[in-house]
Antibody, heavy 125, light 108 residues
């Protein structure tokens, strides 16, 4: 049973850098993409970006200039850094496993099937 | 970016009712659409992927259909545990992967 456990600082001041890590337990790390999603209080879900075990990344263009997602395959972990945070970055941040790729040269997307527990991040002076 | 628009934004229904939620993409996304259920304070849960495939462990009262731009999620007979917020998500054309704004399913 694959589980994702995430952690990181929950209270930041404006202009600081948000840093979260997600560890993968009980399953393969390769063969999947690993994603970060956030949810501001009372609002919907926003995709931040993703990485695979080789370090290939995709980012939301709206956040790309401030986001870095990295991977540590030796620990089965991936991390999110978001620089220059403001109050607008206050949200619950989730990590998730993504079933996406190519099979016999055909693209497939089978959703985000395993999620972390979420980390509440508040940006306040 | 592909915009995903869900309707209705909220719906009230009773246990045993049949409920349908619609999701429309601003351009064709083939069948690369997923549906999620989220309860307060919890992470989203994958219900349906590839528009109509039921995720393992999800009750068969949930079903999905559609392709191209128009999709539906149907709950055939509402159970008390189904009252939650539902989101559609596309991953055909990205970045970015985009979600609908959510549909809140409330008890009547």
């Amino acid at each position: 049973q694959v589980q994702l456990q995430q952690w990181g600082a929950g209270l930041l001041k404006p202009s600081e850098t948000l840093s979260l890590t997600c560890a993968v337990y009980g399953g393969s790390f390769s063969g999947y993409y690993w994603s970060w999603i956030r949810q501001p209080p009372g609002k919907g879900l926003e995709w931040i970006g993703e990485i695979n075990h080789s370090g290939s990344t995709n980012y939301n263009p709206s956040l790309k200039s401030r986001v870095t997602i990295s991977v540590d395959t030796s620990k089965n972990q991936f991390s999110l850094k978001l620089s220059s945070v403001t109050a607008a970055d206050t949200a619950v941040y989730y990590c998730a496993r993504v079933r996406r790729g190519y099979s016999y040269a055909r693209y497939y997307y089978y959703g985000m099937d395993v999620w972390g527990q979420g980390t509440t991040v508040t940006v306040s002076s | 970016d592909i915009q995903m628009t869900q309707s209705p934004s909220s719906v009230s229904a009773s246990v045993g009712d049949r409920v349908t939620i619609t999701c429309r993409a601003s351009q064709g996304i083939s069948s690369w659409l997923a549906w999620y259920q989220q309860k307060p304070g919890k992470a989203p849960k994958l219900l349906i992927y590839a528009a109509s495939s039921l995720q393992s462990g999800v009750p068969s009262r949930f079903s999905g259909s559609g392709s191209g731009t128009d999709f539906t999620l149907t709950i055939s007979s509402l159970q008390p545990e189904d009252f939650a917020t539902y989101y559609c998500q596309q991953a055909n054309s990205f970045p970015p992967i985009t979600f609908g704004q959510g549909t809140r399913l409330e008890i009547k």
